[in-house]
Structures are given as C-alpha cells and as structure tokens.
C-alpha cells in the first residue's frame, strides 16, 4: 500500500521558518519524483517544488524560489521542504504527491496524494 505521510506543518509568524516532511513508503522510492502542493482556502490548489529520486533534479513555482528549498533523503524515502521567510500568504495546506516521472508531478497529476499538513503564517 503506498503511503505518504506529511508532517511539519504548524503556525509561525511571518518571516519566520517552517521543515516539512513527507515519508513516503509503498513504491520504490529512487524511481519516484516527489512533489509538494499547496492550497488555501477558496484558492486552487498550487505546485509548489518537486525533486527527482533519481537524478535530484528540482523544480520550483516562481512565488516561492530563493525562500523554499526541497531536498531528498533516499535512504529514509522522505522528502523535505525547508520553507524560510516565510510570508501570510503562504498559509495553505501543504500536500505531498508522488509519480514515476517529474512530468506528472510538474503537471500537477500524481499519482499518490498524501494527506496534507496545515500551515498558517500570521502577520
């Protein structure tokens, strides 16, 4: 069964940092792009940053490059997205997704959702 389990989330005040994470299990981890997403409320929802298992290559949505960083520890089949400066309008429930290829993740069509993880940023 595969599962994605995001943690991390929580509230912060603006300028602020935050570390997601997103344990992923159930699929072979190195052949995978992980992605995060975001969406608010009454907002579509956004991609945010993917990372290739297997090359490392990366992607970044322009309203978060310079302040997001997403990394990848294949060793505990986890993801991370370390979020600095954080800003109000970044408030979203932060969803992980995961697919074969960066394609489907890039074209915000995964094939694995996780659950999502809440954060809220005051100003």
């Known amino acids: 069964e595969v599962q994605l389990v995001e943690s991390g989330g929580g509230l912060v005040q603006a300028g602020g940092s935050l570390r997601l994470s997103c344990a992923a299990s159930g699929f072979t981890f190195d052949d995978y792009a992980i992605g995060w997403f975001r969406q608010a409320p009454g907002k579509e929802r956004e991609g945010v940053s993917c990372?290739?298992?297997?090359?490392?290559?990366?992607y970044y949505a322009d309203s978060v490059k310079g302040r997001f960083t997403i990394s990848s520890d294949n060793a505990k089949n986890t993801v991370y997205l370390q979020m600095n400066s954080l800003k109000p309008e970044d408030t979203a429930v932060y969803y992980c997704?995961?697919?074969?290829?960066?394609?489907?993740?890039?074209?915000?069509?995964?094939?694995?959702w996780g659950q999502g993880t809440q954060v809220t940023v005051s100003s």
């Open positions: 990372i290739s298992s297997s090359d490392g290559s990366t």
């Open positions: 997704a995961a697919d074969n290829g960066m394609g489907g993740v890039v074209a915000g069509a995964p094939d694995y």
